[in-house]
């Protein structure tokens, strides 16, 4: 196969319809960012040591480990979220034994304590 | 006057190379193949059909200006005289000499291996190896689809895990998984040689409906009757198979031959990375001995060390690996140091994420080292073995 020469490529490209709509949607872009003043923003962002500061705050050990239960965290928050906004009737201490036969406020309850543990830990 | 010289722009070798440019050091650069291959690329060639074109780009675009690309095969490494010679006469000279020439399959050490890999490719010889693998993959209505290792020791300890997480993932797609099971052969006492990750992976496995062997390194194969034998007196049949060849060094001449081990790899210094008994020459990744995984995470830090030792920083190499174990959906990574066994890391889809990211980022990473280096290291120090040894 011939190698092709790159400004007859670049020539052919500039002719395509598609690549010309590209190109103004493109420049238009820019230009709303710059009269925005955001094209400064991200120019003095893209500075090694703001890069650095930046993901050294955003990466660590406890957002890793948000993220990655993120799901977890918004479903058990969706729950007591929905909990929250369903009417209650104040429980008599003496029925309180009695609430903790349900098995899911045991669940809960373990729950609990294991939050109180790794809060213990930190 | 300094004259710095990179062999292999594999990833370590051109990390080492941008990186010294943008310091502003004149470097020359010596590759034998026009293109660099994406290594992981291959597994999703091979078990999901993606084009090659996606995961191959011409060196010379991957390369800064103040790298000079030379093309060619490198013969020999006279460490003394510091010499290196070039397959077709050229010899060049240097001062500082890194060493980044990946590791050499071995197609011959297992019989029947070549035949092997002729007829039905593979996910670590190349991307056309790759594609050859998915002609076949995409045939294949019913019998078994066996991923095995012939040695224990090749790059990426997970990518078998990965192939059979993707094979099954097709399959399934395609609704083949009842009449075909996907097969992993492991050279291994458990899923994976460290029992923590073993017992994150295993029942992921599972659940993907892989079936898996443990303790089995391949010892020959007959192609014909599409029989795979182990080393522990075991055989299993296929009707597709992929096994994973054994490494070795490069296939250079290096005088003095000692600084070789027994599989030819370079033997060098774990922290420092300079060869041993050299300060004038380093190697990086695969190609070193360095007692870690050999991936392209640990070349990229290894070529990150040795540039701030050029630059007469004291910075050490600690061994860190992040071997991403891809799942349908989801990832883990094996996240271990010189220091620390790997640490148990479940699978999430958020890591997903991550590796997806990784593998957005590999281009620019390669060329632009240095912009990537404060957010990697970020996400080392974050994730490191030690700070979240209970886990993450
Ligand atoms: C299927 C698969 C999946 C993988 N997945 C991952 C992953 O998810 N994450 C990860 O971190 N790593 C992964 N790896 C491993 C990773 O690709 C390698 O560890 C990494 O590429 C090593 O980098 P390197 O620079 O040491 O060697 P290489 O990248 O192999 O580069 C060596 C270079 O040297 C050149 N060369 C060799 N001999 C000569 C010679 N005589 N003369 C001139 N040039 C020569 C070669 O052409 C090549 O360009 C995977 C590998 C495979 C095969």
Same mark, same amino acid.
């Given at each position: 196969?011939?190698?092709?020469?790159?400004?007859?490529?670049?020539?052919?490209?500039?002719?395509?319809?598609?690549?010309?709509?590209?190109?103004?949607?493109?420049?238009?872009?820019?230009?709303?960012?710059?009269?925005?003043?955001?094209?400064?923003?991200?120019?003095?962002?893209?500075?090694?040591?703001?890069?650095?500061?930046?993901?050294?705050?955003?990466?660590?050990?406890?957002?890793?480990?948000?993220?990655?239960?993120?799901?977890?965290?918004?479903?058990?928050?969706?729950?007591?979220?929905?909990?929250?906004?369903?009417?209650?009737?104040?429980?008599?201490?003496?029925?309180?034994?009695?609430?903790?036969?349900?098995?899911?406020?045991?669940?809960?309850?373990?729950?609990?304590?294991?939050?109180?543990?790794?809060?213990?830990?930190? | 006057?300094?004259?710095?010289?990179?062999?292999?722009?594999?990833?370590?070798?051109?990390?080492?190379?941008?990186?010294?440019?943008?310091?502003?050091?004149?470097?020359?650069?010596?590759?034998?193949?026009?293109?660099?291959?994406?290594?992981?690329?291959?597994?999703?060639?091979?078990?999901?059909?993606?084009?090659?074109?996606?995961?191959?780009?011409?060196?010379?675009?991957?390369?800064?200006?103040?790298?000079?690309?030379?093309?060619?095969?490198?013969?020999?490494?006279?460490?003394?005289?510091?010499?290196?010679?070039?397959?077709?006469?050229?010899?060049?000279?240097?001062?500082?000499?890194?060493?980044?020439?990946?590791?050499?399959?071995?197609?011959?050490?297992?019989?029947?291996?070549?035949?092997?890999?002729?007829?039905?490719?593979?996910?670590?010889?190349?991307?056309?190896?790759?594609?050859?693998?998915?002609?076949?993959?995409?045939?294949?209505?019913?019998?078994?689809?066996?991923?095995?290792?012939?040695?224990?020791?090749?790059?990426?300890?997970?990518?078998?895990?990965?192939?059979?997480?993707?094979?099954?993932?097709?399959?399934?797609?395609?609704?083949?998984?009842?009449?075909?099971?996907?097969?992993?052969?492991?050279?291994?006492?458990?899923?994976?040689?460290?029992?923590?990750?073993?017992?994150?992976?295993?029942?992921?496995?599972?659940?993907?409906?892989?079936?898996?062997?443990?303790?089995?390194?391949?010892?020959?194969?007959?192609?014909?009757?599409?029989?795979?034998?182990?080393?522990?007196?075991?055989?299993?049949?296929?009707?597709?198979?992929? #096994?994973?060849?054994?490494?070795?060094?490069?296939? #250079?001449?290096?005088?003095?031959?000692?600084?070789?081990?027994?599989?030819?790899?370079?033997?060098?210094?774990?922290?420092?990375?300079? #060869?041993?008994?050299?300060?004038?020459?380093?190697?990086?990744?695969?190609?070193?001995?360095?007692?870690?995984?050999?991936?392209?995470?640990?070349?990229?830090?290894?070529?990150?060390?040795? #540039?701030?030792?050029?630059?007469?920083?004291?910075?050490?190499?600690?061994?860190?690996?992040?071997?991403?174990?891809?799942?349908?959906?989801?990832?883990?990574?094996?996240?271990?140091?010189?220091?620390?066994?790997?640490?148990?890391?479940?699978?999430?889809?958020?890591?997903?994420?991550?590796?997806?990211?990784?593998?957005?980022?590999?281009?620019?990473?390669?060329?632009?080292?240095?912009?990537?280096?404060?957010?990697?290291?970020?996400?080392?120090?974050?994730?490191?073995?030690?700070?979240?040894?209970?886990?993450?």
């Amino acid at each position: 196969m011939q190698a092709r020469d790159p400004l007859e490529m670049l020539i052919e490209e500039l002719g395509d319809p598609e690549f010309q709509e590209a190109l103004d949607k493109l420049v238009a872009l820019v230009k709303a960012l710059n009269k925005s003043g955001l094209l400064d923003v991200l120019l003095a962002m893209a500075d090694e040591e703001v890069v650095s500061r930046l993901s050294s705050m955003l990466m660590t050990t406890g957002t890793m480990k948000l993220a990655d239960n993120i799901e977890a965290l918004t479903r058990a928050a969706g729950e007591v979220a929905q909990a929250l906004s369903e009417p209650v009737e104040p429980v008599p201490p003496s029925e309180l034994v009695y609430s903790l036969r349900d098995p899911e406020v045991l669940r809960g309850l373990a729950r609990l304590l294991a939050v109180l543990r790794a809060l213990g830990r930190t | 006057m300094e004259k710095i010289l990179v062999l292999g722009a594999g990833t370590g070798g051109l990390v080492a190379a941008n990186l010294l440019a943008s310091h502003g050091y004149k470097v020359t650069l010596i590759e034998r193949s026009d293109t660099h291959l994406f290594q992981p690329g291959m597994l999703w060639i091979a078990f999901q059909g993606h084009s090659p074109s996606r995961y191959t780009r011409p060196v010379k675009d991957l390369v800064r200006p103040g790298v000079e690309l030379v093309k060619g095969s490198v013969a020999g490494i006279d460490l003394g005289d510091r010499l290196v010679y070039l397959a077709d006469g050229r010899i060049f000279t240097y001062t500082t000499l890194i060493i980044a020439l990946g590791a050499q399959l071995d197609y011959e050490a297992v019989p029947g291996h070549r035949e092997l890999v002729e007829r039905y490719g593979d996910f670590y010889s190349g991307a056309q190896a790759a594609a050859r693998m998915w002609s076949h993959l995409r045939e294949l209505v019913r019998g078994r689809l066996v991923i095995a290792a012939a040695d224990p020791l090749y790059k990426c300890p997970p990518a078998p895990h990965k192939a059979a997480f993707l094979a099954a993932h097709t399959l399934r797609r395609m609704g083949r998984l009842d009449s075909v099971e996907v097969h992993l052969a492991l050279p291994f006492l458990h899923e994976y040689p460290s029992e923590v990750v073993a017992r994150i992976v295993a029942p992921k496995l599972e659940e993907a409906g892989v079936n898996v062997s443990t303790l089995f390194t391949v010892e020959s194969i007959d192609v014909d009757k599409g029989r795979i034998y182990s080393l522990e007196g075991e055989e299993i049949d296929f009707s597709l198979a992929a #096994v994973i060849p054994v490494h070795r060094g490069p296939s #250079v001449k290096v005088e003095p031959g000692e600084v070789l081990d027994e599989d030819g790899f370079v033997k060098v210094d774990r922290y420092k990375l300079n #060869v041993e008994g050299y300060d004038d020459a380093y190697a990086i990744g695969d190609a070193s001995n360095a007692p870690t995984s050999k991936t392209g995470v640990t070349a990229h830090l290894g070529a990150e060390v040795v #540039v701030d030792r050029i630059m007469g920083l004291d910075s050490r190499f600690n061994g860190r690996t992040n071997c991403p174990i891809v799942a349908n959906g989801e990832a883990s990574f094996v996240i271990s140091s010189y220091d620390y066994p790997p640490v148990p890391v479940k699978f999430s889809r958020f890591k997903r994420m991550l590796e997806d990211l990784f593998i957005a980022s590999y281009w620019s990473s390669l060329k632009y080292p240095e912009r990537w280096a404060p957010i990697f290291r970020a996400y080392f120090n974050a994730t490191d073995p030690r700070v979240i040894s209970g886990g993450w």
